[in-house]
C-alpha cells in the first residue's frame, strides 16, 4: 500500500469512529486528517515493519477522533481561532513567565489571585513547572511522573487544572504544562505492572539480564547527575535485570522503539489539551532514542517520533503547540525546531525550543564584560526555519551549564575548556572581582565541569552591590527581549528575589542545590515596597514588555542580526530589519559608559535615532557619538 493509499484509508477510519458527531464537526476532523497523516506517515517511518507503521497510524488517529470527539465547545472554538493565526505565539507582544504553582501561589486555585501581578508584568504565556503526580519523597522536581491523569494532590485536581486553564484564558494567557517524555517513575503503572511480571509493559522500558549491554552503552554515555546518580542503568531486584535510568535510579528510561509507547503519550498528549492546555513542554526530548556508539542524544528518530506525535496532537488539537526542552549544544539546537535532515522536518515538530545557547552568552558577556565570543558565537548559528519559535530566557528552573562551543570559543582566542572554568568560577564567587553569589552544582572532576546554580539576582551581585545588581539583570531582560522568540521570566527574577538561603531545609532538596534559585513567592513580596530593587526591578520588566508589544519588527519570524563592525567591544548590537521598520538593540555590557557612533545608526537607515526604551532621542557629542549607560540598552528606531 502506498503512503497516499494508507492516508487515504485513515481518513475512512476516521469517519467510521465519528458517527454520532454533527456532519460539520466531522467534515472538520476529517479535513485535519487528510491535513497531518502525511506528516503522522512520515514520522511513522521510524519503525522498520509496514504493519507495525499501518497499525500503529490507525491507533493514533483512533487517540485523536476519541480526543477530538470528546473535546469541549469552548476548546473547540480556540482551535478555530489558533488556525485562522497559526503565527500566534510568534506575536512580539508573547511575554512568558514559568514557575512552581506551589511556591509561587500555593495551589491551582491560588494563581488567581496571583493574575493580577502576572497582568502588570505583561505575561501572556505562563508555564507551570511539572503538576502531574510524582512519586512520593525525592522526585527530581516532579520530573518522576507516578500518574500521568492526576494532578499533584497538594496543588488540585483535573477539575482545579481545568478552571486555571479557563480563567488564564480569560485573561489572554496561554499555559504550559510539563510532560517527561523519556521517563516515569519507577512506581508509576507501567513499570510496575513491569516489575510484576507482565512481558507488555516490561517491553515498555530497556531492560537487560546482565551488563554486557549495558557497559557497552555506558562507554559512550555521559553522567547527568554524577554526584548523586552515577552510570545510566540500575539493577531492580523485583525486574531482575538492569534497567535503563539516565537521570535517577527511580527514573525509568521507556523504550521508543516500542510504538505502544508512542500510542500512551499521545493520549496522555490529547487528555491534556482537553483540559485546556495550549502548550505541551517536551521534556527529556533529546534522550529519547537510543543508539549503541553514542551519546543516546539528538539521534534523527527522536525528530521522527516528535513528528508523529505532533501530527496526532494536530488531528485533535490544532490550538497545542509543542516546546522542547532539550539543553544541548549550539550546533544541535535547530534540529528542535526542524532544522535537521535538509529541512524535512521543518513546521512539522517542535513549535518551540530553548535557545540556550544565547542564556550562556548572556551570562558570559556580563562577565567579561565584552561581546567578542557571543557575537561569534551567535552570528554561527544556523537560522531559525520558518513557524519555528525559540524561548528566551535569562534563568530557568534549572543549573547553568556552560554549553560554550570549543570552535567559538577558538575563533576569539580563548580556549572552551579555559573560559568554561573561568565561568564556573566567576559565578560561584571564587574568581577575584566577582560580584556573583552563585552554587557549585554536581561539579565533575573527569570532565571540569561544574555547572552553576543561582537566582539571577544573586548571580548579579545583589548582595555585594544593589544597585548595580539590579542594572544587570535588567539589562539581562532586555537582551533576550530584543533578541526575539517568546522571551520567559524564571519566577522571582522579576522582584529580584536572592539565593533562597533556607533551600537545604525542605525535606528532599537536601542535596540538590538548584532549590536555592527556586524561592517561594508570598504575600510579603507583592506589592514590592516603591523604591525597592524589587519594585525597580518589575517595574522595568513591565515597560519592557509593553516597549516590546508595540514593535512589529521583534516578531519572532524573523531572526536578529548580530552586529559586529563598527561597535565597541562592550555592546552588543541585535539588528532587527521588517517592512514596519527597523529597530536596533544596543546593550552596554560593561560597568562603564560605551560609545555608539551615530553614524553606524544612520549607515543602517536611522538617520534620526530615537531610543523607545528610555523614550528619548539620541544626542552625540562633539565626536559624533552617544554614550550608552553602564549596564544601560537602547532599542532605537528612526523618529
Given at each position: 500500500m502506498t503512503g497516499q493509499d494508507l492516508a487515504a484509508s485513515l481518513t475512512t477510519y476516521a469517519a467510521s469512529l465519528l458517527t454520532a458527531l454533527t456532519p460539520e464537526r466531522r467534515e472538520a476532523f476529517l479535513l485535519r486528517v487528510e491535513r497531518w497523516a502525511p506528516d503522522l506517515l512520515e514520522g511513522l517511518a521510524v519503525f522498520d515493519d509496514e504493519a507495525v507503521r499501518r497499525g500503529t497510524a490507525e491507533r493514533l488517529v483512533g487517540v485523536a477522533a476519541r480526543a477530538y470527539a470528546a473535546r469541549p465547545d469552548d476548546l473547540h472554538t480556540l482551535d478555530a481561532r489558533r488556525l485562522l493565526r497559526p503565527g500566534w505565539v510568534q506575536d512580539p507582544g508573547m511575554f512568558g513567565y514559568a514557575c512552581y504553582t506551589d511556591r509561587f501561589a500555593g495551589d491551582l486555585a491560588g494563581l488567581e489571585r496571583r493574575a493580577d501581578h502576572l497582568e502588570r508584568l505583561g505575561v501572556s504565556y505562563l508555564h507551570l513547572m511539572p503538576l502531574l503526580e510524582p512519586r512520593e519523597g525525592d522526585n527530581d522536581g516532579g520530573y518522576a511522573v507516578k500518574d500521568y491523569r492526576r494532578v499533584r494532590p497538594d496543588l488540585g485536581d483535573r477539575d482545579d487544572l481545568r478552571a486555571v486553564t479557563t480563567m488564564l484564558r480569560g485573561r489572554g494567557i496561554s499555559l504550559c504544562v510539563d510532560l517527561v517524555l523519556n521517563h516515569v517513575a519507577r512506581e508509576h503503572a507501567w513499570a510496575a505492572a513491569a516489575r510484576a511480571g507482565d512481558p507488555e509493559y516490561r517491553d515498555y522500558f530497556h531492560v537487560f539480564d546482565d551488563r554486557t549491554v549495558p557497559d557497552a552503552y555506558e562507554a559512550t554515555l555521559p553522567e547527568v547527575f554524577p554526584d548523586f546518580a552515577p552510570g545510566s542503568f540500575t539493577f531492580d531486584d523485583e525486574l531482575a535485570g538492569w534497567v535503563w535510568t539516565t537521570f535517577n535510579a527511580w527514573q525509568w528510561d521507556l523504550d521508543w522503539s516500542n510504538p505502544a509507547v508512542l500510542v500512551e503519550f499521545a493520549d496522555v498528549v490529547c487528555d491534556l489539551a482537553n483540559l485546556g492546555v495550549e502548550v505541551v513542554r517536551l521534556d527529556a526530548v533529546a534522550f529519547l532514542w537510543k543508539r549503541m556508539g553514542t551519546s543516546c542524544q539528538n539521534q534523527p528518530e527522536v525528530h521522527q517520533l516528535v513528528q508523529a506525535l505532533r501530527a496526532t496532537t494536530r488531528m485533535a488539537a490544532p490550538a497545542v503547540l509543542f516546546k522542547a526542552e532539550a539543553i544541548v549544544g549550539p550546533r544541535d539546537l535547530v534540529a528542535y525546531l526542524g532544522g535537521s535532515e535538509g529541512g524535512r522536518h521543518v513546521g512539522r515538530v517542535s513549535d518551540l525550543a530553548y535557545h540556550n545557547s544565547l542564556m550562556v552568552q548572556v551570562w558570559s558577556m556580563l562577565a567579561t564584560g565584552e561581546t567578542r565570543l557571543a557575537r561569534h558565537a551567535l552570528r554561527a548559528l544556523p537560522p531559525t526555519p520558518p513557524g519555528g519559535t525559540w524561548i528566551t530566557y535569562v534563568r530557568c528552573h534549572d543549573d547553568i551549564g556552560w554549553a560554550v562551543d570549543d570552535g567559538d570559543a577558538a575563533a576569539v582566542g580563548v580556549t572552551g575548556e579555559g573560559h568554561r572554568r573561568f565561568l564556573s568560577d566567576w559565578y560561584a564567587g571564587e574568581f577575584a572581582g566577582s560580584w556573583a553569589d552563585g552554587l557549585v552544582f554536581q561539579a565533575n572532576p573527569a570532565t571540569g565541569d561544574r555547572r552553576i546554580s543561582g537566582t539571577a539576582a544573586s548571580l548579579c551581585g545583589i548582595d555585594a552591590d544593589p544597585g548595580a545588581a539590579v542594572a544587570r539583570v535588567l539589562l539581562a531582560h532586555t537582551i533576550v527581549a530584543g533578541y526575539g522568540g517568546v522571551p520567559v521570566v524564571w519566577s522571582g527574577d522579576e522582584l529580584a528575589l536572592p539565593n533562597d538561603q533556607h533551600w537545604a531545609e525542605e525535606p528532599g532538596h537536601e542535596a540538590d542545590n538548584r532549590w536555592a534559585h527556586r524561592p517561594r513567592v508570598t504575600d510579603d513580596h507583592l506589592p514590592p515596597a516603591p523604591g525597592s530593587a524589587a519594585d525597580r526591578v518589575l517595574g522595568g520588566l513591565s515597560h519592557l514588555a509593553r516597549v516590546r508589544a508595540s514593535l512589529p519588527s521583534l516578531h519572532a519570524s524573523l531572526d536578529p542580526e548580530v552586529l559586529d563592525d563598527g561597535l565597541d567591544d562592550g555592546v552588543l548590537g541585535l539588528l532587527r530589519r521588517h517592512w514596519s521598520g527597523t529597530v536596533v538593540g544596543l546593550h552596554n555590557v560593561t560597568a562603564a559608559p560605551r560609545?555608539?557612533?551615530?553614524?553606524?545608526?544612520?549607515?543602517?537607515?536611522?538617520?534620526?535615532?530615537?531610543?523607545?526604551?528610555?523614550?528619548?532621542?539620541?544626542?552625540?557629542?562633539?565626536?559624533?557619538?552617544a554614550w550608552l549607560p553602564p549596564y544601560g540598552a537602547w532599542w532605537v528606531v528612526d523618529r
Open positions: 560609545p555608539v557612533a551615530l553614524s553606524l545608526l544612520a549607515d543602517l537607515g536611522l538617520a534620526t535615532p530615537y531610543d523607545v526604551l528610555g523614550e528619548a532621542p539620541l544626542t552625540a557629542d562633539a565626536d559624533g557619538l
